[in-house]
């Protein structure tokens, strides 16, 4: 059988994995490392760990909306600058 | 109404519908740079008095959101950083990459258990705001706001690779503190060799 894309491995796999995590790497690229991770036992708990880690910063993003107050204030200190418009809904 | 004024009234009217509406984007992106929700709205005044100081400036089209992370981002340095030496640490994408295989292979299962059994949340959101620049900027673009490397080379002005270099740090440094954080918290005593427990 012929394989359609490089041999990943886990040399490689763990080097790629951030980018592989981020989505930062070719198509094809990704779907091998998958493909790797997918069956191998030694490198699934190193992305399982990466992966929770990103999951978790990334529920730090805060959820709340601008305050009305920063809005007025906003609004305000663009029309001291000549601003005509609005901020403020 | 003068032609200058009825430009004027125009391009506000442009700056209403272009970039006043990312006004809570740029404030969720500050509050995560800053940690402080005084200082994310000094710094979301500051950046929309400089944006439309600037609107002249700004390419129709483009993309109006990250132009304005690229502004809250330098006024964030002025305010936060000021006076303070910055972290350059530049480190050569193999290199970094080296060290994080080298900490993630050194690190026995029971760091892995033990980080997967602490509230990851409030530990993270405090080192996000003891993790230094310019490694914050970088964790927070790409893994906060989710943006890609090469947007985030655009809003930091750096090429990607610096981009990568200075994200696999931050989380490196990231992961460091937290393993403090876990060691502090009497879940486990650190261990710096690697050695198994």
């Known amino acids: 059988m012929t394989e359609r894309t490089p041999r990943v491995d886990c040399v490689s796999a763990l080097k790629e994995l951030w980018d592989f995590l981020d989505g930062e790497l070719t198509p094809d690229r990704l779907e091998a490392i998958r493909q790797h991770i997918d069956i191998c036992s030694s490198c699934f708990p190193h992305y399982d760990f990466e992966k929770t880690f990103l999951e978790a910063i990334a529920a730090t993003r805060p959820g709340c909306s601008a305050p009305d107050r920063l809005k007025a204030r906003v609004e305000a200190a663009l029309r001291e600058a000549g601003y005509s418009g609005r901020c403020a809904r | ?197």
């Open chain 2, 1 to 197: 109404m003068t032609e200058l004024e009825n430009d004027r009234t125009e391009a506000d009217a442009r700056f209403e519908q272009e970039a006043v509406p990312w006004l809570d984007d740029v404030y969720r992106f500050a509050l995560s740079l800053t940690r402080n929700e005084a200082e994310a709205e000094d710094v979301v005044q500051e950046t929309f008095l400089r944006a439309y100081r600037s609107w002249h400036t700004y390419q129709p089209g483009s993309d109006a959101r990250r132009w304005l992370f690229t502004i809250a981002r330098n006024v964030f340095l002025r305010v936060r950083e000021r006076g303070r030496r910055q972290v350059e640490l530049e480190d050569g994408d193999v290199e970094t990459l080296a060290a994080v295989r080298e900490q993630a292979e050194s690190r026995s299962e029971s760091v892995d258990a033990l980080l997967a059994r602490i509230d990851l949340g409030p530990a993270i959101g405090d080192a996000l705001g003891r993790l230094q620049e310019p490694f914050r900027s970088a964790v927070v673009l790409v893994d906060v706001e989710d943006q890609s490397y090469e947007a985030a080379a655009e809003i930091l002005g750096v090429p990607i690779g610096t981009v990568r270099s200075r994200l696999f740090r931050g989380r490196r440094l990231l992961q460091q503190m937290l393993l403090a954080y876990a060691s502090d918290a009497g879940f486990a005593a650190p261990s710096p060799s690697g050695d198994p427990a």
